[in-house]
């Protein structure tokens, strides 16, 4: 089943602002793009939380601004 990667990665889940919901803050967050290829690869490695399931025919864009690739086990 395809997968889309947000373009927040990755959180050090433990500072204030992730405890408060606002990981986009965080200081040290990781994004697709900037601090990680796979943005449009065929594959790529990304932490579950920052990966949501597509149906086949779902556009990229419903996970909040991800990229569709294919993947497994998510």
Do not use: K
Request: proline share 4%; charged share 25%; aromatic share 10%.
């Amino acid at each position: 089943m395809p997968v889309g990667v947000t373009w927040l990665r990755r959180t050090d889940g433990d500072c204030a602002y992730c405890a408060r919901g606002a990981e986009n803050l965080c200081p040290r967050s990781e994004y697709t793009g900037w601090y990680a290829d796979g943005g449009y690869a065929e594959y790529t490695t990304v932490h579950a939380a920052f990966a949501c399931r597509m149906p086949d025919d779902e556009l990229a864009a419903r996970c909040g601004g991800g990229s569709r690739v294919s993947g497994d086990g998510v």
